[in-house]
C-alpha cells in the first residue's frame, strides 16, 4: 500500500509539474527561453549562443532537472535602423520525476523602432514538443500505466511574445500551451485526460546607473496558469566593469538566490546561481544549482575590449 501511495503522489507531482515552465533563476541571461520577442535587442553583437542547466533539491530522488540551448542571430540593418529581424532555434528538457518533457522550437522575432528611444518587438517560438514517461519506476500492473503510451508527439506548440524597451528598461509577455492542451499526440497520450491550462509570463526591469563603474538592474517576473497563485520572484544585480556582476533574487516565500556572472575574453560570459529553501523541503533538499554560459550580450558586449581607462568613462549598455 504505501508503494501505492508514493507513486500516486509521484504521479500527482509530476503531472502537477509537467504543467508549468521551466524555471530558471538567472531569467535575465536566458530571457530567449521566457519569451521569443526578447532576441535579437542588441547591435553590439548580433549573434547569441546560450547553454545551460538547472538541478533542483539536490540529493532529493527523481528531483526537477531542467537544461537548454538557444542560438540566435539578429539580421541588423546596413542603412535605415526602423526594424530588424531575428532568427533562430531554441531546445530544451524539463525533467520532473518520471516525466520528460523535449521541445525543440524555431524562433522569429521583428523589432520596430518607435522613437529614438523606444523599441518594440514580437515574437514567437514554434516547433514540437515531446512528452515521455519512464514506466520503470512504476507498476506496470497498473490498469492506468498500462495503458499510457511510453512517448508521445505533439505538433504544434506556439509560443507567441510581446516585448517593450529601451537601454534603461523593458517589459515582456508571453503565452505558453495555447495550443497543446493535453499530454497526448502521435503516440497516443500519457495518463489520464489532465488539461495542460495555458501559461502567461509577465517580466518589466529598470537599469539604474550610479556612477561609471556600476550598473543596478532591479527585474521581476510573475508568471502561472489561468487557474492557479502565480510565482513570483524579484532580482537584483550590479554590473561592475562589463566584466563581473552579483545579484540576489527572492522567488515567492520559498527561495533565496545568489548569482555571479562574470566575463571571459571578449564575448564570453559565464553565470552560476545558488538557490536556498526557505520553506518546508528546506529540511530535506535546500540545495539548487544553476549554470548558464555563452556567448550573450548581456553585459553590453562590445566588439573589441574595453581597456582600463575607457571604462571609467564608458557606461555600458546592457542591451536590453
Known sequence: ?????????LVACCFSKAQQLPHYTQF????????????????????????????????????????????????????????????????????AGLFIQNTVYAS???????????????????????????????????????KSAGSVIAIPDIVPGLRLYNKKF?????????????QRGIGGQIGAPSVLWPHYYLGAGKRFVFNELN?????????????????????????????????????????????????????????LAYDLSINRLSRAAPHTAEIMIGLSPIFGNTKKPISYSERLVHCPDLGF
Open 215 to 271: 550598473n543596478l538592474v532591479v527585474a521581476g517576473n510573475l508568471y502561472g496558469s489561468i487557474k492557479s497563485i502565480p510565482s513570483v520572484e524579484v532580482n537584483v544585480m550590479n554590473y561592475v566593469f562589463q566584466r563581473f556582476a552579483y545579484g540576489l533574487s527572492v522567488r515567492n516565500i520559498d527561495f533565496v538566490c545568489g548569482i555571479i556572472q562574470f566575463r571571459l575574453l571578449n564575448t564570453m560570459v559565464i553565470g
Open 170 to 182: 523593458f517589459f515582456d509577455f508571453s503565452l505558453w500551451h495555447i495550443t497543446k492542451f493535453r
Open 28 to 95: 535575465l541571461f536566458n530571457k530567449g527561453g521566457y519569451n521569443p520577442a526578447a532576441n535579437g535587442n542588441s547591435f553590439n553583437q548580433p549573434y547569441e549562443v546560450v547553454f545551460g542547466g538547472r538541478t533542483q533539491w539536490i540529493g532529493m530522488r527523481n528531483n526537477p532537472n531542467t537544461i537548454f540551448i538557444n542560438f540566435n542571430y539578429t539580421f541588423i540593418p546596413k542603412r535605415s535602423y526602423k526594424n530588424w529581424h531575428n532568427a533562430g532555434i531554441y531546445i530544451d528538457q524539463d525533467q
Open 1 to 9: 500500500m504505501k508503494y501505492l501511495i508514493y507513486s500516486l503522489y
Open 108 to 146: 522569429y522575432a521583428f523589432h520596430l523602432l518607435l522613437g529614438k528611444k523606444l523599441v518594440m518587438s514580437a515574437g514567437v517560438h514554434a516547433g514540437v514538443k515531446q512528452f515521455l514517461l519512464s514506466k520503470g519506476g512504476l507498476d506496470r500492473n497498473d490498469p492506468a500505466i498500462a
